[in-house]
């Protein structure tokens, strides 16, 4: 080492362990600058280690007054006593409670939970748990749409919100009002087959009914009108049905390309095919794969496989359906038969719902 090398290093020596015998006690000034560079190289160590979760934690801070109210408690009292709620604290940077970019607007009965559960399995889709009734029912729009937002879920700016309420698709409000609250959002709407749907809607009633021990008419009896031998359009579950009449309504503000049709009856054989149309529809990556899907033999349908969590829909979805008489099932494909005709020619599209 030459002179100069060696002198240098003398004299950092001297800074880092001045020599006591010369000086004794290291002199103040020195003693300032161990102090300062160790505590730098500490918080260097400590926020490395922690990997950004300091920040988010600070910018986190800083927004919590809009969490304090927010429906699923996230106010400050929960995240300081409950555990999970502070790891979500951590989790929080940059996320935000967005009002719905998407909304699935019906048909009850044609598999909308299925639909919702299915398209949760793609990391940048954020559903809405709860069924909101915000634009059909009265109580609920007067509360605004910061009401709405705040039972939304957390999201990125990347990702997609969606909610669903089944009744929106024959609400006569509902249009109307999602067209103004956005007019070029997108919707999605999945049919079954006319007549499966109305015997899932009975099944469902009647199963309600038979839990609590009340009387019920028979499907035969509700669907015909026994007088005139016809279809008994007073039944909502028949009217309900017609989608070429409900969907007229909602084309009136929003064009075609703005509606993405399921095809419920695809859904429950082929689940991945229908979510990676939607995934088309959304603009979004083709990520939900045969990973994510899986038959269960017991159930008879498809669950869903989320890396560490398999679940199937609840024991009271995919129900089995009564025994009907098959002179009144062709009754009700007759009647469905010019509906459907002309919800083809509407959707530009066809479906096998012949029989
Ligand atoms: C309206 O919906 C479209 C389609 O999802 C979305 O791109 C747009 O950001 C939404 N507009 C507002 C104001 O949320
Ligand atoms: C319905 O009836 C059954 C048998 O008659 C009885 O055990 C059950 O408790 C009843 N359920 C209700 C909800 O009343
Ligand atoms: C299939 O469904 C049955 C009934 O719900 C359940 O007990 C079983 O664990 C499921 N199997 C798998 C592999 O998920």
Not at 88 to 97: H, Y
Not at 260 to 276: A, Y
Not at 338 to 347: G, H, V
């Amino acid at each position: 080492m030459d002179q100069k090398k060696l002198s240098l290093l003398h004299s950092l020596k001297s800074i880092w362990f001045p020599s006591r015998s010369k000086m004794g006690w290291p002199r103040r000034n020195q003693m300032c600058v161990w102090i300062i560079v160790t505590s730098f190289l500490l918080f260097l160590c400590v926020t490395l280690t922690f990997n950004g979760h300091v920040w988010k934690m600070l910018d986190v801070s800083m927004h919590l007054d809009e969490y304090d109210d927010a429906s699923e408690g996230y106010g400050l009292r929960k995240l300081l006593e409950d555990p999970d709620a502070r790891i979500e604290r951590l989790r929080l940077g940059g996320l935000e409670k967005r009002l719905p970019q998407c909304i699935i607007i019906g048909v009850r009965k044609c598999g909308t939970r299925a639909l919702l559960e299915f398209l949760d399995l793609h990391p940048n889709i954020k559903i809405a748990d709860m069924e909101m009734h915000y634009f059909n029912k009265d109580e609920n729009y007067e509360n605004g749409y910061e009401w709405y937002r705040k039972y939304m879920p957390f999201s990125q700016t990347s990702d997609i919100t969606i909610e669903k309420t089944p009744r929106y698709f024959i609400s006569e409000s509902a249009p109307e009002r999602i067209f103004k609250f956005n007019s070029s959002i997108k919707l999605i709407v999945i049919f079954r087959h006319p007549t499966t749907r109305v015997i899932s809607d009975y099944t469902q009633v009647y199963e309600n009914k038979l839990e609590r021990n009340k009387t019920f008419e028979p499907f035969e009896d509700i669907v015909i009108n026994k007088r005139t031998g016809r279809v008994n359009t007073g039944y909502k579950a028949v009217r309900i049905s017609m989608y070429y009449y409900h969907l007229t309504q909602w084309l009136l503000y929003f064009r075609r390309h703005q509606i993405h049709i399921v095809n419920g009856d695809n859904l429950i054989v082929n689940p991945l095919e229908e979510i990676k149309r939607v995934e088309t529809f959304l603009g979004l990556e083709h990520l939900v794969t045969d990973k994510n899907v899986y038959f269960n033999e017991t159930r008879g349908f498809y669950c869903m496989n989320s890396g560490n969590n398999q679940h199937c829909l609840g024991a009271q979805k995919g129900r089995k359906h009564p025994d009907i008489d098959p002179l009144v099932i062709r009754k009700l494909n007759n009647f469905y038969r010019p509906y459907n005709r002309k919800l083809f020619s509407m959707i530009g599209r066809k479906f096998d719902w012949d029989d």
